[in-house]
């Protein structure tokens, strides 16, 4: 390994998302391009750079950086580089000759000590000296920071969001308390800050040490879906995550309810265990329940005369069960109807919309993604927003933990919806944290409506919200179980239903739009995927290859989300000299790819024209599961828009690119409140505690036109038998029941 030392002439290349750089260097012995981690460096700056020389085939020599400092700037020359470069705000080139001819190599020592001397050099005010010396300081400072949590273990991104955090209150941060990270920093998990922790000095047997064990462990849970944990269970799952005996983690329980930080209730026999901001939740939601869950006196003669009518004017007709469910919704302040495929869903709410349309109520109709707001548009024949939407999302950060993601919304108890009826589609999928949200915006006196399949898989987010309030017994609902006669004709719905009722699915290749392809190796399945996709389905469901999606069970592996992605995209979005694409890491996204948000944004902008009017309108909030398609690229800045497909339009900087991954294939999960002309399923292998029928129902249900299964017969006849779901611990049943009469 060798040093050298120079000063940065300009920065070829830099990859925001790794820190990874492209740069040249003039040294004593000339030019040379340096590559590497070297994320916070700018032009101008001088570096000691340890590492070796390489060679290219396609750029020459180069030297692989393996680590670097930077130095001080010790001549009038390195200086004058350095200040030209443009790395201290309002200083360029000719300005910075005037400040080194008058201050040489006391340059810098002015510019941190005594800035207002620098009003001495023409051009420079009093003010304007004052602000260039700070740009001077926040510059080093960063340099400072970075090398300091780079000697922590912390990688260039990392910190670069930590010091964006702290400032220069990095420091105490990582000296008393690195645990506050996992709160404060998005990505940062409880193993990262306890390895800071413990090279900070931290002890394994701290009480910050094992209340962040805890907290972590509270955490985790919520992506398993519970609000809250059995205490033992809590106890027994931190003392593995710490390596500590189970008894020192009982005794910091009680301290941490004295800090409100957890919430302990009894159930039964057992204690369970609450983030605090979770148990709030619940116990609000249930209260606010009960304020809305009033009987409203109706002639009841008079409503089945207007459905009746109505019915006539809609050439619709309703079966008994339908018609019970529109009078159920018209008399009662909260109401849930739930059905699966072709049992007459969509036909019910556009009655009820009519109905209360004819009575001139306003109504808000909703649903939790974009996609599954748009289908609810088109069958209602009225505009259907996202529940944030709705709520207006307005991108300010909350005062909550940012593992919990709530942020503020333009509706909400001080700021009420202003309408009469609420009828939220696709309940299933609404977790607790958001449904609370709703409910602290919808006023005492409004009609709320819940509509969903209580079969289908439950929200990612924490919570169980349609089944606990089904449960609950304490809310009017109603069933819908006829499959009507043009749905009975669709082998996608009659086989759904066989899941449901514990029959076999009909796997014989006789239908028009189920289909399955019995293949047991992973590379036959994936060519076969290529090929149905690309060639054999779009002419046989009349669609273009866009719009037929890949849902498969998990993201790793050969038939994983991330492997598929890679083929799929080869195949259907190959590179080209006229489309523009950015790397990121080892992979591209490329122009005219079909791409999903990763996780919430609240403080993305978008714009769009509502269908039918000219202005555009425009708001903040791109959030978990919002799909669409790459319209444009800029190389230069390292931006690009995607158009997602409820017509919203936003534009990716750099720093967002990361949010964004592909969408040829997704995971069934995240297919949830979709629906597609096409569905293709490779189903060869997997966990049993993930390839069960829920997982397999809701894979289904997600195809209008056509089903593919592609895989291995024993798998789906495996996912067929095991019903077994996951237990999802939450306290929101008990809630209801101790609020709601």
């Known amino acids: 390994m060798i040093s050298v030392k120079g000063i940065i002439d300009h920065i070829i290349f830099r990859n925001p998302d790794n820190g990874y750089t492209v740069l040249k260097l003039i040294t004593d012995e000339g030019n040379i391009t340096l590559t590497g981690l070297l994320s916070y460096v700018s032009e101008g700056d001088t570096i000691t750079a340890q590492g070796d020389f390489t060679f290219h085939k396609g750029y020459g020599e180069q030297f692989s950086v393996s680590g670097f400092t930077v130095e001080e700037p010790d001549s009038k020359d390195q200086i004058l580089k350095y200040l030209s470069s443009g790395a201290v705000k309002g200083i360029g080139p000719t300005l910075a000759l005037r400040i080194v001819e008058k201050f040489g190599d006391k340059t810098f020592e002015i510019m941190g000590r005594e800035p207002e001397r620098l009003s001495e050099v023409k051009g420079i005010s009093l003010n304007k000296a004052m602000d260039i010396s700070a740009s001077f300081e926040e510059k080093a400072g960063i340099r400072k920071a970075m090398i300091y949590l780079q000697q922590q273990g912390i990688g260039n991104n990392l910190a670069l969001k930590i010091y964006e955090k702290y400032g220069e209150g990095v420091y105490n941060v990582i000296s008393e308390n690195p645990y506050r990270l996992i709160e404060d920093i998005q990505g940062v998990g409880f193993k990262t800050a306890d390895e800071i922790a413990l090279r900070s000095g931290v002890g394994r047997h701290s009480r910050d040490r094992i209340d962040a064990g805890i907290i972590h462990s509270l955490f985790l849970s919520m992506g398993e879906g519970h609000t809250c944990l059995p205490e033992n269970v809590l106890i027994r799952g931190a003392a593995e995550l710490l390596e500590l005996k189970e008894d020192e983690v009982r005794e910091s329980i009680t301290p941490l309810v004295m800090d409100r930080k957890i919430v302990i209730k009894p159930f039964g026999n057992e204690r369970f265990v609450y983030l605090r901001h979770l148990y709030l939740m619940e116990e609000e939601s249930a209260f606010l329940l009960k304020g809305l869950n009033i009987s409203y006196g109706t002639d009841s003669k008079e409503l089945e005369r207007d459905i009746r009518e109505l019915e006539e004017t809609e050439n619709m007709e309703l079966d008994p069960v339908q018609r019970e469910a529109v009078i159920s919704a018209a008399e009662n302040g909260v109401f849930i109807m739930t059905g699966g495929p072709g049992t007459g869903k969509t036909t019910t709410i556009r009655i009820l919309l009519k109905y209360f349309l004819s009575k001139a109520m306003d109504v808000s109709l909703a649903a939790p993604t974009g996609r599954a707001a748009k289908r609810l548009s088109e069958a209602a024949m009225m505009e259907a927003k996202t529940i944030h939407r709705l709520l207006e999302v307005s991108g300010t950060p909350g005062d909550l933990p940012s593992g919990l993601e709530v942020r503020g919304f333009g509706r909400n108890k001080e700021n009420p919806l202003e309408t009469d009826v609420v009828i939220v589609d696709e309940m299933s999928m609404v977790d607790i944290i958001l449904f609370n949200s709703l409910l602290r915006a919808v006023p005492a006196g409004t009609r709320l409506i819940m509509v969903g399949?209580?079969?289908?898989?439950?929200?990612?987010?924490?919570?169980?919200?349609?089944?606990?309030?089904?449960?609950?017994?304490?809310?009017?609902?109603?069933?819908?179980?006829?499959?009507?006669?043009?749905?009975?004709?669709?082998?996608?719905?009659?086989?759904a239903h066989a899941l449901l009722n514990n029959r076999e699915m009909k796997l014989n290749n006789k239908s028009s739009d189920f289909f399955f392809l019995n293949r047991n190796d992973p590379g036959e399945i994936t060519q076969g995927i290529v090929y149905l996709v690309r060639e054999k389905l779009p002419p046989y469901v009349g669609v273009t290859s866009d719009e037929i999606q890949v849902l498969t069970p998990m993201r790793k592996g050969v038939l994983g989300v991330e492997s598929l992605n890679r083929v799929l995209q080869e195949a259907l979005n190959p590179p080209s000299v006229h489309k523009k694409e950015l790397n990121r890491g080892d992979h591209v996204i490329r122009a005219g790819d079909r791409v999903m948000q990763n996780r919430n944004n609240y403080q993305m902008e978008w714009d769009m024209t509502i269908p039918g009017e000219v202005l555009r309108v425009s708001g903040r909030g791109v959030f978990n599961g919002d799909m669409g398609t790459v319209e444009g690229i800029d190389t230069e800045n390292r931006s690009l828009f995607v158009v997602f497909e409820d017509g919203r339009k936003a534009r990716y900087e750099a720093k967002d690119l990361a949010d964004l991954e592909l969408a040829y294939a997704i995971t069934i999960h995240k297919s949830q409140g979709s629906e597609y002309p096409a569905v293709i399923m490779p189903l060869l292998s997997g966990p049993d505690k993930l390839m069960n029928s829920n997982l397999l129902y809701t894979g289904i249900t997600r195809a209008k036109k056509c089903v593919v299964i592609i895989g291995s017969g024993n798998t789906v006849k495996r996912m067929e038998e095991n019903k077994h779901e996951q237990e999802r611990y939450t306290g929101f049943i008990r809630e209801i029941q101790k609020y709601v009469i």
Do not use: T
């Open 453 to 495: 399949d209580e079969h289908q898989l439950p929200s990612v987010g924490p919570g169980s919200v349609l089944k606990d309030l089904l449960l609950s017994e304490r809310f009017k609902s109603l069933s819908l179980n006829k499959i009507f006669r043009q749905a009975e004709e669709s082998d996608i719905v009659m086989n």
